[in-house]
């Protein structure tokens, strides 16, 4: 469509480190061309080590001109960072165990590449609706799934946050990939566990569609989080894709 070429993309980010955590192992990166939300695991620090090493890896996405395959582009990004972080654990046996889970969007100028990881996610605002877009990469998702739980069972159940996949650790791990076409007026979320698990979806549609302010948005959503108890660390990414003049 000819208008995409005029589309341009806003942003904002805010973290915190919640009510009952004493470190952010969250990191969290938002450029012109890169959004991403990481939400480290492993305990002693070394959860903020896999997540800052995650972000740091994929940023250079940023400022590299748009590649052609932004899926190949991203996928070859996460399979460096994945490395970085196996090697930093052979080299200190006190990181074994890290990882982060990662949820992140390469912007073109026309459309995003998503990759996801673990139990971050990525939200659509578009004409009034608000979807996931990622899918939960947890022991109780699988559950919904199979037709074992219901959504509502999984999101009360003590165990909601154990994983089973994310970035770093033992094996090889495969990022969901997908494309997504960029239209004016859509609005995007991503964000940790620390925001989704304990605000549910209908406050998070009403902070993207009545606050306008993207920094004020985010940080509505890191208040709403703390006041709903703040058990984890919160980190979001608030963006839309504006259309031209």
């Not at 559950?143 to 739980?149: A, K, N, S, W």
């Not at 909601?160 to 990939?177: I, K, N, Q, T």
Request: with cysteine; charged share 20%.
């Amino acid at each position: 469509m000819s208008n995409n070429a005029s589309l341009t993309l806003r942003y904002a980010a805010r973290t915190d480190v919640g009510l009952r955590r004493q470190q952010n192992e969250d990191s969290v990166y938002a450029g012109p061309r890169l959004l991403a939300v990481a939400d480290g695991m492993g305990g002693h620090s070394h959860g903020e080590v896999a997540s800052a090493t995650v972000i740091a890896a994929l940023s250079a996405l940023d400022s590299d001109p748009p590649s052609a395959d932004l899926l190949g582009a991203m996928e070859t990004a996460i399979t460096d960072a994945g490395r970085r972080l196996k090697d930093m654990a052979a080299r200190d046996p006190k990181l074994t165990g890290m990882g982060t889970t990662l949820t992140a969007m390469l912007w073109d100028g026309t459309r995003f590449a998503l990759a996801h990881i673990g139990d971050s996610r990525a939200y659509l605002l578009r004409e009034g609706y608000l979807y996931q877009i990622t899918r939960d990469h947890t022991l109780v998702q699988s559950l919904v799934d199979d037709g074992q739980m219901t959504p509502e069972q999984a999101a009360a159940h003590p165990r909601r946050s154990l994983l089973m996949r994310a970035l770093g650790g033992s094996g090889s791990v495969e990022p969901d990939l997908s494309m997504r076409e960029a239209r004016a007026g859509d609005r995007y979320l991503i964000c940790s566990d620390g925001l989704s698990g304990v605000v549910g979806p209908q406050a998070l549609h009403e902070t993207l569609t009545q606050i306008k302010d993207l920094g004020a948005s985010a940080q509505r959503m890191i208040d709403l989080a703390k006041d709903a108890g703040g058990p984890d660390n919160i980190t979001c990414v608030v963006a839309e894709v504006l259309g031209g003049s």
